[in-house]
């Protein structure tokens, strides 16, 4: 005996199959590049990513980074580095590998171990999450906080802040009762400084002082530095500082049990040196060498990048944790 399959025209089938069609197209739509299902994903507030993923992502940038610090090659790491990371380890590894064609000879794997990942719950993109360790180099009690952020569905997991806080110094992150942390917006009100507005500031600061940001290594004492080296004989030094916000240099930051929030942002900065009239400058690091564009006679233009984090409170001023600069390039002026 035959069973009844129903009707089974050409209309009907047609209708049916493009109905199996607008499904099996919305269901791929739901899914995300690591294979988990969202609802209207782009609206929806959700973890950034899963502890599992995040542990992969932390994986996947320890081994590009060692490859391309080993062979001095930024092509080895580009795509698990963006933002301000980027550049600093960009020029580091152009200079690495314009001085040393062989590859690193002080090669040393970059091992970071204790990842505690500090996952926000948020809508859209870009997502980010920031990975607490620790490392085999320096201060074995430092924690390292890398920024991993993703701008879309298609793109890997890239590192945009690589700070190192010392031990004691790291906040303590406000969670939800899923241990999920809640992110901070650009535009915050209710912190002392939107931590959109931090790179702006802080260039502000280093040109004119006030009482924005807390004394310290890299807000008081920087400037005290740069006004001794300003004019000495035969040597004058111009400092332009400008924020980076935009893309994947965006501030990010995470709300702390406080009220306040620790935050992540980007700045650029340019030292010229210029010497007087029949005096001689002269450049002896290898590494401003290996990025100098351009012939050296009387001035001399070096660019940075640096990614700072610091505390953001409710109230009161801005608190340094960590400050990472790297040279990005030179510049030789007759």
Not at 212 to 222: C, E, L, V
Not at 246 to 272: I, M
């Amino acid at each position: 005996m035959s069973r009844d399959r129903g009707d089974r025209s050409p209309r009907t089938l047609r209708r049916r199959n493009r109905f199996a069609l607008a499904t099996a197209v919305a269901a791929a739509v739901s899914l995300t590049a690591s294979g988990c299902v969202v609802v209207h994903g782009e609206r929806e507030v959700v973890p950034t990513v899963t502890r599992a993923e995040a542990a992969r992502a932390l994986t996947d940038f320890l081994t590009a980074y060692n490859k391309a610090d080993k062979e001095f090659n930024r092509s080895l790491d580009a795509d698990r580095v963006t933002g301000a990371l980027a550049d600093m380890d960009g020029g580091k590894l152009d200079a690495g590998r314009r001085n040393n064609p062989d590859g690193n000879s002080r090669h040393v794997p970059l091992k970071l171990t204790g990842a505690r990942f500090v996952i926000p719950r948020k809508a859209g993109w870009p997502r980010w999450f920031v990975a607490d360790t620790l490392a085999n180099k320096g201060r074995k009690d430092a924690h390292w906080l890398l920024v991993f952020t993703r701008s879309g569905a298609s793109k890997v997991w890239a590192v945009s802040y690589l700070t190192i806080v010392q031990a004691g110094d790291v906040p303590a992150f406000k969670t939800d009762k899923d241990g999920w942390a809640e992110p901070v917006t650009a535009d915050d009100p209710s912190l002392a400084v939107q931590p959109g507005k931090l790179g702006s500031a802080y260039a502000t600061y280093l040109k004119s002082g006030g009482d924005t940001f807390a004394p310290g290594t890299h807000t008081s004492q920087w400037r005290e530095a740069r006004q001794r080296s300003a004019s000495k004989p035969g040597m004058a030094r111009q400092y332009i500082d400008r924020p980076l916000a935009k893309g994947d240099y965006a501030p990010v930051g995470l709300r702390t049990t406080d009220g306040g929030a620790l935050v992540f942002f980007a700045t650029q900065h340019y030292e010229k040196q210029t010497a007087a009239q029949g005096v001689n400058l002269t450049v002896t690091d290898p590494n401003i060498k290996a990025l100098l564009t351009g012939e050296v006679r009387q001035s001399l233009t070096l660019e940075f990048v640096s990614d700072q984090a610091v505390r953001d409170p409710a109230d009161g001023p801005v608190e340094f944790l960590s400050r990472v600069q790297g040279l990005t390039g030179a510049k030789g002026e007759g």
